[in-house]
């Protein structure tokens, strides 16, 4: 491995060519754009092993993405913001269907007003859609957990699809010294699927059409799979550590620090809680995946706070929480706070993390407060 | 950590000199960060960019706000921009322009780039002046082989001499 200064999409792209999936389609927006830029290059100087479908719309990227899937082809789209939005109807026929999809998601906001910068209310907006949701602090994270994906996603034990959601802008559009193996060493075997519906050979129906019962009876199943996969995140996370040397807590949560009071949050303003953890004393757990959502390493690692304070860049309307709060209260009963920031983009400095983290000890329990 | 702030106006280049910049900083063996102050994408508003160098792996993830060293691509800028802002004492203002500005690095990018490109694009001169007035922070030598990457052939070719010319030619005002 030999370590290089890319922007963060470009990083992207390098691993996903290296991944060598059969069919991409990719609509471009904004941030994610760079990503099929990069890879259409790839494709121009005939270096893409798999081809690309230049489609109208990310509706037709998820659709195109599905059908390739299910005829049992590694399939890969990235997108963001009203892109993913767009892709909303088709998210749940790709759970549904148990279809091992990798999708890159470049974290951007969401209209109205319209704003391209970044914060997670995209994909956090799609939280209950069925899919594998992973969050990157930096992009060398975004690369390894790429890898991670196909793996996790194409287990026998998994088959779901899977997004992998990055920063926009903070890591998409930043030059950073990246790490990209040059090979992947078999730890990515081929995609052998042991079900590709779409085989004439093998006529099968999926995702058709299911009465009551049968529906009732398949989204069980699908929340029990994603419920049931837990460990085969932690080993794939490990197997890639032997392999990469390179590992991010148990896989599911990152724990960093000591300190009687908590910071939980994701993605790549992690770093500067980091930081001020460093100065302030407090533990920062970052929930690297989200969904499934890791409740019992949560539970265990925040069990016998004095106090938890969630940072995250989104809003669960109408709760007056962020959706990663609400989802982390439901493990922890202690005195627990909730920043919202970055929305839209704005700037969340170390500096600013103080000023708030400061206010933990006269807040009310449940209180939620925001940055600006 | 050094820490570098660029004022240019949309379409000259800012961001590809931070971006320059820092891969010219790998190459010397450091470790760097670079992205923009992204917005409304229009020519001409004023823009900013943004480079980080250290001797080690680079944990900060906001925009610099107390730079030791600013470059200004237009001088323009200087009536509408507090170029000044956050600058650290004994930080070092680097400006484009045909005039002596007191206690700042000056030099006129803009003609060096003409008789050089053939066009006022003054993002890479500025590079070469960075690395004179900062002592060669970073080299330039990594700044040309950076530039002739980014840029390969004719057109690398003509920015490296722009490059080496405003590092020749950029000089530290008196108060």
Known sequence: ?372 | MLEVRFHGRGGQGAVTAAEVLAVAAFGDGKYSQAFGKFGPERRGAPVQSFTRVDESPIRIRQEVYEPDIVVVLDPGLMKVVNVRQGIKEGGILIINTKDKVPGAWCVDATRIALDTIGKPIVNTAMLGAFSKASGGAVSLESIIKAIKERFPGELGEKNAEAIRKASESCSLIGV
């Open chain 1, 1 to 372: 491995m030999v370590k290089k200064i890319e922007e963060g999409s470009h990083a992207v792209a390098d691993v996903v060519r290296l991944l060598n999936p059969g069919v991409l389609a990719m609509y471009p927006i904004t941030p994610s754009t760079h990503i099929p830029e990069r890879l259409s290059e790839f494709e121009a100087n005939g270096e893409l092993g798999g081809k690309i479908i230049r489609v109208e719309s990310e509706f037709s990227a998820i659709s195109a993405v599905v059908g390739a899937s299910a005829r049992g082809i590694r399939a890969y789209t990235a997108t963001s913001s009203q892109g993913l939005a767009l892709m909303h109807e088709v998210l749940f026929a790709a759970s549904g269907m148990r279809l091992p999809i990798v999708i890159t998601v470049a974290n951007r906001a969401l209209s109205a007003p319209l704003n391209i910068f970044n914060d997670w209310q995209d994909s956090i907006s799609e939280r209950d859609s069925g899919w594998l949701q992973f969050y990157g602090e930096d992009s060398q994270e975004v690369v390894d957990l790429m890898i991670q994906a196909y793996k996790i996603a194409e287990d026998k034990r998994v088959l779901l699809p899977t997004m992998v959601c990055m920063d926009g802008f903070f890591l998409t559009h930043t030059y950073d010294v990246i790490d990209v193996p040059e090979d992947l060493k078999g730890f990515v075997p081929d995609y052998k699927p042991e079900h590709a519906f779409l085989d004439p050979k093998k006529p099968m129906t999926q995702g058709a059409w299911a009465m009551q019962e049968p529906y009732f009876k398949l989204r069980k199943e699908l929340e029990e799979a994603q419920r049931s996969i837990f460990p085969v995140i932690k080993e794939v996370h490990d197997d890639f550590a032997k392999v990469f040397g390179r590992s991010y807590g148990d896989g599911l949560i990152e724990v960093y620090g000591e300190g009687d009071n908590a910071v939980v949050t994701m993605g790549s303003f992690s770093t500067n809680l980091k930081v001020l953890a460093d100065k302030l004393g407090f533990q920062v757990i970052r929930i690297r995946c989200y969904r499934p959502f890791p409740d019992k390493e949560l539970a265990a690692a925040l069990k016998g706070k004095e106090s938890v304070a969630v940072f995250e860049k989104d809003v669960s309307y109408g709760t007056g929480h962020g959706a990663v709060y609400n989802d982390v209260r439901t493990v922890y009963n202690g005195k627990m706070v909730n920043f919202i920031v970055g929305l839209g983009g704005l700037d969340v400095p170390v500096s600013a993390l103080e000023k708030m983290y400061k206010q933990v000890p006269e807040m009310k329990d449940a209180e939620t407060r925001w940055q600006i």
